[in-house]
């Protein structure tokens, strides 16, 4: 029973620090580019930049994640967190791929199209990962 509660243990912690991990990444990314894109809309003639919203969905995702690492007992945080940054980076994967089909410069598409590919993969880990958080309880 000692060594199966310490799987558990390690198991959880290991999926926390992850979560953590990821989350400490992507927040200021996230950030940054949200930032970016604001200034597309304010100084740079733009009238609307989707990655004002796509960046902020993310990053809220990703400050969830990290609220929910430091209060693990307030379970709402890891659902909060899955859904949102999940479906953020999701969205900020699909921004990226509705700039590489929208704008027909090759280096703004080889940019939208390594960023496009980033953002999935922070959706399917983060997927991966948040679920296992979200249900830690139910770990083996």
């Known amino acids: 029973i000692f060594f199966r509660m310490g799987c558990c243990t390690t198991k959880m912690a290991s999926i926390r620090s992850d979560v953590m991990q990821y989350c400490a990444v992507n927040l200021p990314v996230g950030a940054f580019f949200w930032l970016w894109a604001l200034k597309n809309m304010t100084l740079g003639g733009i ?9 902020a969905v993310a990053t809220l995702g990703a400050g969830a994640g990290l ?5 693990p007992e307030a379970r709402v ?64």
């Open 67 to 71: 609220v929910s690492v430091m209060q």
């Open 47 to 55: 009238p609307f930049d989707l990655g004002i919203v796509s960046f």
């Open 77 to 140: 945080w890891r659902t909060v967190h899955y859904f949102v940054y999940v479906g953020g980076c999701g969205f900020v994967s699909a921004n990226y791929v509705l700039g590489l089909v929208m704008v027909h410069k090759l280096g703004f598409q080889v940019y939208c199209a390594l960023a496009a590919l980033y953002w999935l993969a922070s959706a399917v880990y983060g997927h991966q990962k948040a679920s296992a958080w979200r249900l830690e309880e139910q770990l083996p």
